[in-house]
């Protein structure tokens, strides 16, 4: 009689393997997205931004979050500074549904959470 190897996953010859290279793909995915947003035109994310909104960027930032929205693919989350230049862009749509630019909008004071809009699902909420 022959014993079973158990794993971590279950069974040595069924589960382990599954586990294991579902795990390697995810990574390989991930690799993948990342070096997409990062040269899928060779252009620096920055240069991307229209001018309003770039003379304003304090920082951004590649991750698979934002204030918003939790995703398997990376994004590029961009902060600025609200000022009469960026609320001149804004004000060009007819809501924060239709930033065609932009996906998904925050709005922060003192890095308090004020507003949020989800343009991709058009949900939003004012965080008071």
Known sequence: MMLEKKTKYGKEDT???????SDVGFIIDRK???NKSICNDGKNPIYRLP???KDNLIKHEIQFFNSVT?????????YFKLNNE????LLRYKSDFDLDD?????????????FYSCTHEQYNSLEL
């Open 32 to 34: 993948r997205e990342f």
């Open 102 to 114: 932009l996906e998904d909008l925050s709005m922060f004071k003192n890095n308090k959470l004020l």
């Open 70 to 78: 939790v995703c398997n693919r990376l994004m590029i989350n961009y």
């Open 15 to 21: 589960t382990f393997f599954w586990n294991f290279y």
């Open 51 to 53: 001018k309003e909104l």
């Open 86 to 89: 960026s609320k001149k862009y």
